[in-house]
């Protein structure tokens, strides 16, 4: 059971461990794995910014706090079926081969990103949003992923587009469509889930670009500007006649959060509609693994440990799960160093040997650049008999040993 309590930014102590704030991490210099308070500086640090937060007390120092005995503590587990009423769930078989895949795969998306490109590129020209091309250009990335996830989610780690927000809003679809296929929505909603998570950033076409690629902590101000983001694309998207509600919940809800700390209306649990909770866990993945303006890139691994400690707090636990589940302990992109000493990137995973993935190998023991990179299955390699079994030792960070996952191809 996860012990937190919601206290004001006014009773904090030295000791406490602050696990959740009152606005999202991203906008924050904080550490998003949850941080001790170890100075009144730095508890002077957190009231700038919040005005309550979230502590759990089974992390803190000052265990035997007077504010202990109001700790609430987590329900049990909800049903899937009970987050989505309504809508028939199903399971989709693998119908088609990693390797067969990923060749229609590539060109699906090539297609994708020149398609987000122009559509996004007319939108911040003052033009309206073309939803009937963008629903075109969904549609086969969504049967890719309905046949097969892994392609699709290796090959979005690798492209990468010269704007951030194409390519965070490309791979956001990706990893909503494969939480939504785990989870076994219809595939008209893994359709809605695409599109809604292409376009949920798309009113940061509307924000200076000042305020976008700022290097710094923006002021409240200027936050609050950067917030407006959502009024702008629910705008852009109602503008266009689109008609679907679960896009238009995706574009509007997507900064909320469970516990409530969220923006724009601080709607908490149930509140939120479903599949704004899924795009909620989905953006946050993606921006945290992705290089940004005022952040380092963090390992897939690192991100998926992030979401796991924040069940319950900022993202619904079931969907995390289910998320985890979806993309595997190490996901796609992860650059893993083995038992044998060679550094690989992780392509796909084994879905029934969560830690046993198809690795990418690129470096030798030494850790010297293979002449060729050599794909092997950890589920299936016997290369040695007599040798231990082949493992992954610990993941790294994104760019280690100067590995640049755009200039990969399988």
């Known amino acids: 059971m996860l012990h937190t309590l919601k206290i004001s930014t006014t009773d904090l102590e030295v000791g406490m461990f602050v696990s959740g704030l009152d606005r999202p991490w991203l906008e924050t210099p904080f550490m998003m794995q949850g941080f001790c308070l170890e100075s009144a500086e730095e508890i002077d ?18 265990k035997d706090h007077p504010l202990l005995k109001r700790v609430r503590t987590v329900s049990t587990a909800i049903p899937i079926q009970d987050i989505f009423p309504g809508r028939p769930l199903k399971t989709y ?25 122009a559509i996004f590129q007319r939108v911040s020209e003052g033009g309206s949003l073309n939803v009937i091309r963008l629903k075109k250009s969904v549609e086969p990335v969504v049967e890719s992923m309905s046949r097969n996830p892994d392609a699709c989610i290796w090959l979005a780690r690798l492209k990468q587009h010269d704007q951030y927000a194409y390519q965070h809003s490309l791979s956001a679809s990706i990893w909503a469509v494969a939480l939504g296929r785990q989870l076994g929505l219809p595939r008209h909603d893994l359709r809605s889930l695409a599109i809604g998570c292409m376009l949920m950033d798309v009113g940061k076409l509307r924000v200076e670009a000042s305020l976008l690629q700022a290097a710094r902590p923006l002021t409240q101000e200027e936050a609050d500007r950067m917030r407006d983001h959502v009024f702008h694309g629910v705008k852009i998207v109602r503008e266009s006649g689109m008609m679907n509600q679960d896009v238009v919940d995706i574009v509007e809800h997507h900064h909320e959060r469970y516990d409530g700390s969220g923006y724009p209306q601080g709607l908490s649990g149930d509140k939120i509609p479903a599949m704004a909770r899924i795009a909620a866990i989905v953006d946050t ?47 796609a992109g992860t650059i893993v160093e083995l038992t044998s000493g060679e550094v690989g990137v992780v392509v796909s995973e084994c879905r029934t040997r969560r830690l046993k993935p ?5 470096l030798d023991k030494r850790k010297y650049r293979r002449p060729e990179p050599k794909l092997v299955d950890l589920s299936e390699d016997a290369s040695d008999p007599d040798a231990p079994p082949l493992a992954i030792a610990r993941s790294l960070e994104p760019g280690s040993y100067d590995i640049d996952l755009s200039e990969l191809r399988v």
């Open 358 to 362: 198809k690795i990418l190998l690129l």
């Open 93 to 117: 078989p693998t119908t088609s081969a990693w390797k067969d895949e990923s060749a229609q795969a590539w060109l699906v998306l090539d297609s994708l990103v020149d398609d987000v490109g």
């Open 45 to 62: 640090r957190v009231r700038n910014y919040c005005s309550h937060v979230f502590v759990d007390f089974a992390k803190s120092r000052n």
């Open 285 to 331: 993945y993606d921006a945290v693994t992705s290089n940004r303006s005022h952040a380092a890139a963090i390992s897939p691994s690192d991100a998926i440990k992030l979401l796991y400690r924040s069940r319950n707090i900022e993202f619904q636990a079931e969907l995390v799960e289910v998320f985890i589940q979806a993309v595997g302990i190490y996901p």
